[in-house]
């Protein structure tokens, strides 16, 4: 009989015997393929790391660079201000009297 007519009939061939003597060192392709599977989804994670850490620093270093230059926009606006009170004609001699100096035929006194 061939195998066709066997197969009709409800015979089922039985597979050939494993070759090696029965040993159990069978891998399991299954979950190695997702133990893999995870070590690259947190090896793709951990690259994430580095690169995420340096977004919140520059985040922080624009956050202080932006109040100092609130800062020093301040600090400009009072400069601009004391440059244009210094343009005006008696400024240097204000700033001389400031000093204590006197004008030619003046006195200077002391009050105690």
């Given at each position: 009989?061939?195998?066709?007519?066997?197969?009709?009939?409800?015979?089922?061939?039985?597979?050939?015997p494993r070759r090696g003597g029965?040993?159990?060192?069978?891998?399991?392709?299954?979950?190695?393929?997702?133990?893999?599977?995870?070590?690259?989804?947190?090896?793709?994670?951990?690259?994430?790391?580095?690169?995420?850490?340096?977004?919140?620093?520059?985040?922080?270093?624009?956050?202080?660079?932006?109040?100092?230059?609130?800062?020093?926009?301040?600090?400009?606006?009072?400069?601009?201000?004391?440059?244009?009170?210094?343009?005006?004609?008696?400024?240097?001699?204000?700033?001389?009297?400031?000093?204590?100096?006197?004008?030619?035929?003046?006195?200077?006194?002391?009050?105690?």
């Open positions: 009989m061939s195998a066709r007519t066997h197969a009709a009939q409800g015979y089922r061939m039985r597979p050939a029965g040993r159990a060192t069978r891998i399991r392709w299954d979950k190695l393929g997702r133990v893999i599977l995870v070590l690259v989804f947190f090896a793709v994670l951990a690259s994430y790391v580095g690169p995420s850490l340096n977004f919140i620093d520059a985040w922080r270093d624009s956050h202080a660079e932006r109040a100092q230059l609130q800062e020093l926009q301040r600090e400009n606006a009072e400069l601009r201000a004391r440059a244009g009170n210094l343009g005006a004609d008696d400024a240097a001699e204000r700033a001389a009297r400031r000093l204590g100096m006197v004008s030619s035929g003046e006195r200077s006194y002391v009050i105690k």
